[in-house]
């Protein structure tokens, strides 16, 4: 304005310069404000341009190529790409052609913080070859750099083999940004690093000492001292010396190696002294890092006071928290103390204040190991400094709840979680309150889907269904989007749960499909699953069909899953089990699950020929069978009367091919020898588990002896072997302190039972209440036996029994009353038999022969008595052959 008050005309040079003058300098947002700071300038900045151009078009001052350029370049340098693009095509539609220079502003802009868009930096690229332009090594150089900022190396790669296919000559430049990617992110890659280190000599291009120590980080980041060191060794052969960064990066090898090399780090750190270059903190953390992880505290002390000592910079947050992380990694009470003695003496002793980072890198070390009750008194110490757990914090913690190998806590994962959506909404209604703020980003805590993934997963694992249904109905109400993963843990957490429902599976199959989420293979092999414990071999086969509609392909889980659900199913359907393990070699994916679930199905059923051909066919397949394919083969001789000389032969077997057996197999040798008769060589069967293998007998081991007791008989008083079970019940509590479980508990009151000590049976019926196991249908009907067992048989007993499962919501079954009937017959009520058997008719029980029988003996015992009591024992004996006929359809 003053120039042209003085009569002077602002020329094109003058315009550029201002419109030049435009540019706002992008940087890392770390908040809010800062992030609605550079919003405004960059606006301001549009602005600006925009003012500039049509001062010059009402001045009648030519926009050319280096007007068009310099504007460009500003806006995109200012992180406004749009404006940017618009500018592009103003300037075509004016008749000027792009140039490489124009573009590339462009395409640094896709390289800028904040603003990384690799996509878009190929696309401009991709412009300029349409455009007929021919891109060159500076092009190349700046969508590499976008490739490599976005930690997408194998694009980046691809970049640079297309320049070498054009014959373009890459510069240092690009071989900068290529080696530094290598080292950056989360999987650094040391073979590829040294792969452009080659090129970059074969163009003639000599790496100096930066470039170097970015490969030798490259190896350090994977713990490969040898590495590292065989590239310092060619460093000095090319007569460049190391410096701070190489030594640094050595020792940050030895703490990120496997197994930490505490030594070796010292040897650099002191090698650094030798040759005049004193360590800095990079260095000295690193040497803390690699004691400490190695779990040499003391050790890691030591160095933390020769820093206080020779350095002028005190230890800091990183020296502490490698400290901290390696005591909470130890898991036991003096680590922990020592973990909160290092929080104290890092402010006390070296006025070093934890900060947010401190306490997350300590979180991160607790949701690994799923230690809560630590990760709680971390928080308070939090709360005790004034410092708020943010977005970080909270996600460790929700991981802790659903630690790996850790039992889950879902409650508290939801406490964290609404913790997060209480500050969440709290945090929107101030900035809504907030005139002066109406841009402010409300999302810092809001939960995302990661997070309600976590705390559904944590329910599913803990088989809590419901519970995880409730916080997807959370998820949808606050707008989160479920994805793929959150239905595959909820259709997941159907199949293990102790009622697995297929049925609930389903819908929220159907649900997943409402919402337009694209189910994959694992959806399907858990809808599959579902089916697969229930033995519900239509509906697998169903799930399959719905899974080659939408146009996925079975794979081996699949398969194996369908042949298995064949095995489960009741009984064994040995013809399906074939058609799937047929349809699988068929598609290449038989894969030993597949054949074990076969040969399981054709066992279970009893066709042990079937089951060995089946072997046989796999080993021919070039598949070795394993420990689960002998185990099946080995159950399957525990059924029924139990095949004790074939069950040995295949654990023979088994350790010709070098196969140990494991528990399991073990349970069913004694299974097998047990329920053939041979309790003696289950017992010493026993033995050999636990001295010779170094395996614990569990619960199921002394189960399947017990259960064996009460169907063999002590030869000299033809009745269940009571003495011999109470030592196996002895030898599992008091000997081995093994809790037993509801089956343990019904094998051994079956055998007082049919010993007839109802004393006792009712004894157990208390302990087990005492324990807090809920009495099944088993037991009770174990129970009303034990009433007609008894020397003077207790119907009234057996009718209480039967009164107490109806009150518990349990439903008798035909032998449940049988046994009561049995009962009422042997104390001559034959009255109450009568009224039980009309009992069973009116809730739809058929009698069967044991009922027949039961009644027919009665009606015989009867006849002695009198007329009376032999005409309605003969009167119950026609009622159960008239309603047994009926029920066959009118048979014989």
């Not at 803390?288 to 006071?305: C, F, P, W």
């Not at 991160?364 to 928080?379: M, Q, T, Y």
Request: with cysteine; glycine share 6%; proline share 4%.
């Amino acid at each position: 304005e003053e120039m042209e008050g003085a009569g002077v005309k602002p020329s094109k040079i003058t315009f550029t310069i201002l419109i030049n003058g435009c540019v706002v300098k992008q940087t890392r947002q770390t908040d809010t404000q800062q992030q609605q700071q550079q919003q405004q300038q960059q606006q301001n900045c549009s602005s600006c341009v925009k003012r500039y151009l049509r001062a010059m078009k009402t001045r009648g001052i030519e926009l050319d190529l280096a007007v068009f350029g310099s504007a460009i370049n500003t806006l995109a340098k200012s992180g406004d790409l749009n404006q940017a693009e618009l500018l592009l095509e103003s300037m075509e539609k004016s008749g000027l052609t792009p140039d490489e220079i124009t573009y590339g502003s462009l395409i640094h802009a896709c390289s800028l913080p904040g603003k990384l868009n690799k996509k878009r930096a190929k696309r401009y690229l991709e412009a300029m070859k349409e455009r007929g332009l021919h891109p060159g090594v500076f092009a190349y150089s700046l969508v590499i750099d976008a490739f490599v900022k976005s930690s997408d190396l194998d694009g980046a790669d691809k970049l640079f083999e297309e320049m070498k296919t054009n014959q373009i000559k890459p510069d240092r430049l690009i071989f900068t940004h290529l080696i530094h990617a290598c080292a950056r992110g989360l999987y650094p890659d040391p073979k590829r690093a040294r792969r452009y280190l080659k090129h970059m000599q074969q163009y003639g291009i000599n790496p100096n000492v930066m470039l170097l120590n970015s490969v030798i980080n490259s190896h350090a980041q994977c713990g490969d001292v040898d590495g590292a060191e065989e590239l310092v060794n060619e460093m000095e052969q090319q007569g460049l010396v190391p410096d701070k960064v190489t030594f640094g990066s050595m020792i940050h090898a030895c703490a990120n190696a496997k197994h930490p090399n505490p030594k070796r780090a010292i040897q650099f750190l002191r090698k650094m002294k030798q040759r005049n270059i004193e360590p800095n903190l990079v260095a000295y953390n690193a040497a803390v890092n690699a004691h400490a992880r190695s779990g040499d505290l003391d050790g890691a002390d030591m160095l933390v006071k020769e820093m206080g000592k020779t350095m002028a910079t005190n230890p800091d947050q990183v020296t502490f928290s490698s400290l901290i992380n390696a005591c909470l990694d130890q898991k036991d009470t003096s680590s922990t103390n020592r973990a909160f003695r290092y929080l104290t003496e890092m402010t006390e002793k070296w006025n070093v204040e934890p900060n947010i980072i401190t306490f997350n890198s300590a979180f991160k070390v607790l949701s690994k190991s799923g230690n809560l009750e630590l990760a709680d008194h971390l928080l308070k110490e939090m709360e005790s400094r004034n410092i708020g757990p943010d977005i970080a914090s909270y996600t460790f913690l929700l991981n802790t709840c659903n630690a790996p190998k850790a039992r889950p806590k879902p409650h508290r994962a939801r406490a964290f979680l609404n913790s997060m959506r209480d500050e969440w909404r709290q945090q929107r209604q101030n900035n809504n309150n907030n005139k002066n703020n109406n841009n402010n980003n409300n999302s810092a805590l809001r939960p995302n889907t990661g997070h309600y993934n976590t705390v559904i997963g944590a329910y599913c694992k803990a088989g809590d269904v419901a519970g995880a249904e409730l916080i997807l109905k959370d998820m949808i109400s606050d707008k989160v989007m479920p994805d793929v993963f959150t239905f595959n843990s909820l259709i997941h957490a159907c199949t293990h749960t102790s009622r697995p429902s297929p049925k609930l599976a389903f819908r929220f199959f159907e649900t997943m499909q409402e919402m337009q989420l694209k189910p994959n293979s694992v959806t399907f092999n858990a809808l599959i699953n579902a089916h697969a414990k229930l033995g519900q071999v239509d509906g697998a086969e169903r799930a399959l069909d719905e899974m080659k509609q939408n146009g996925i392909q079975p794979d081996s889980i699949t398969y194996g899953s369908l042949v298995h659900t064949c095995a489960s199913a009741n009984p064994p359907d040995v013809a399906r089990a074939r058609k799937f393990l047929d349809l699988a070699k068929e598609q290449k994916q038989a894969g030993l699950r597949t054949w074990n679930a076969a040969i399981d199905a054709f066992a279970k059923f009893g066709d042990m020929q079937g089951a060995e051909q089946l072997l046989k066919e796999m080993e021919k397949e070039g598949l070795e069978p394993d420990i689960v394919t002998f185990s099946s083969l080995i159950n399957a001789c525990g059924n029924e009367r139990g095949d004790s000389t074939r069950a040995l032969r295949y654990l023979e077997l088994m350790k010709e091919r070098g196969l140990k057996p494991n528990a399991y197999t073990f349970n069913c040798m004694v299974d097998a020898l047990a329920k053939s008769g041979d309790l003696d060589g289950a017992e010493r069967l026993l033995l050999e588990m636990e001295e010779q293998s170094g395996l614990q007998a569990n619960v199921v081991t002394f189960t399947s002896l017990i259960h064996a007791c009460a169907n063999s008989h002590n030869v000299a008083k033809h009745r269940p072997d009571a003495e011999r079970a109470l030592k196996y019940w002895e030898m599992m509590v008091k000997d081995r302190k093994i809790k037993p479980d509801i089956r343990t508990f019904n094998s051994l009151i079956d055998v007082y039972a049919k010993f007839g000590d109802l004393d006792r049976a009712e004894n157990l019926l208390d302990e087990m209440q005492t324990v807090g196991i809920e009495a099944d249908v088993f037991t009770f009907n174990h129970l009303i036996n034990a009433c007609a067992n008894t020397y003077k048989p207790n119907p009234n007993r057996a009718r209480e029994f039967l009164n107490a499962m109806k009150d518990r919501g349990l439903e008798p079954r035909v032998v449940t009353y049988n046994s009561a009937i049995n009962a009422y017959t042997k104390a001559g009520d034959l009255n109450g038999a009568q009224n039980l058997l009309l009992e069973m008719g009116e809730i739809g029980l058929e009698p069967d022969e044991v009922t027949i029988s039961t009644l027919e003996t009665a009606s015989r015992e009867a006849a002695a008595e009198g007329i009376g009591a032999s005409s309605l024992a003969a009167w119950l004996a026609r009622r159960v052959h008239t309603q047994v006929n009926k029920a066959a359809g009118g048979g014989s």
